[in-house]
């Protein structure tokens, strides 16, 4: 059983051939910008079980420090992936159709959350990034 995602607009389509993990949730404020929303809802893939179905050319990247960056639909503006030093290093959840068979289990930088959002119950929540 493969994963699939696609954008708001469907033009861009990936799947994954294998299983999402570590799946988080940043309350930071980079996040909050970067997903449009309260906080971030993402997971990582393994970079050779990921692939492009269609409309690999309408992505868009933004890259910041430390060589980790996001790919958006520049039709639909949908934020899809991350991505690292160029490869995908894990792709956003509100994008991946269907049941992808995980759940948040983590809140992070839940001490930097918007005056406005009230952090869901359940998955460990921490006030910076996880501990090592
Ligand atoms: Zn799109
Ligand atoms: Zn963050």
Redesign the pocket.
Known sequence: MSITGECFCGEVKYQINGKLRDARS?H?S??RKAFSSQA?AYALVEPSQFSWMSGKELLTSYVGQHGFGLQFCKVCGSTICGIYNGEVHGVTLGCVNGDPDIELGMHI?VGSKASWEKVPEGGAQYIEGRPD
Do not use: E, V
């Open positions: 940043c930071c980079r996040c971030s930088y």
